[in-house]
């Protein structure tokens, strides 16, 4: 589907008035099927153990669009640049692998890890493809105790944006335990297994040093029925 990601990197003054606005976005929810709102919050910063920066800065939001038609594109783009004027937009053909559990205008249990990379300069588009959204995702969903997943291929890319971003769904105890985290908890020879999967098999498509990651709190202003 064709979703927009526009990642917000000024300091959100209140997640609460960010909420609010996209509340209050009704051509917004005339041009879209959903619109979710992730933001760093006091809730998803009891995560911040799994943050990693190595291309500055941070998103602190991202406002997801999805299910938007061709004929719409123009003009949300439209509206999110007068708004978010600094905000980087990155238009996607996005998959939902896992569906989290959500509820409109309720923040979703846990937190989402946004995840941002470049893909390895030695690939053609195809290799990246394969093993990324072929190859990787049985081992993150295994290997993790994932309970959404969402793979972002971005479409429209520039010098300075990603090639894949990811929407991960934890539980609240994954925030502050390496065994929660890696679906091992209590079970270190486990623990170590899923770790060493994970890495490698990040290390076929990933570039070194172009991840970035960060973890959110969800708030769903409009879902699919």
């Not at 072929?134 to 105790?145: K, R, W, Y």
């Amino acid at each position: 589907m064709l979703s927009l990601r526009v990642l917000l990197f000024e300091p959100i003054v209140s997640p609460t008035d960010l909420c609010q606005w996209a509340q209050g976005a009704i051509m917004l929810h005339e041009l879209t099927s959903e619109l979710r709102v992730l933001v760093v919050d006091t809730e998803s910063q009891q995560a911040s153990r799994w943050t990693q920066c190595h291309r500055e800065p941070l998103p602190q939001a991202c406002l997801c669009l999805d299910d938007i038609t061709l004929d719409n594109k123009a003009r949300v783009s439209q509206i999110m640049a007068e708004r978010w004027p600094d905000a980087q937009q990155l238009w996607c053909e996005t998959t939902c692998v896992l569906r989290p559990k959500r509820r409109p205008n309720q923040r979703t249990v846990g937190t989402v890890q946004i995840c941002t990379f470049e893909r390895q300069a030695e690939l053609t588009e195809a290799e990246f493809q394969q093993r990324w959204l072929i190859d990787h995702t049985p081992v993150a969903l295994t290997t993790q105790s994932t309970q959404g997943y969402l793979q972002s291929l971005v479409k429209d890319r520039s010098a300075v944006s990603p090639d894949g971003l990811v929407e991960e769904y934890f539980p609240a105890e994954a925030a502050r335990s390496l065994g929660a985290f890696f679906n091992a908890s209590n079970d270190p020879i486990l623990l170590q297994n899923n770790i060493s999967r994970m890495m490698t098999s990040c290390d076929r498509f990933i570039e070194s040093g172009s991840i970035n990651v960060i973890h959110m709190s969800e708030y769903p202003i409009l879902l699919r029925s």
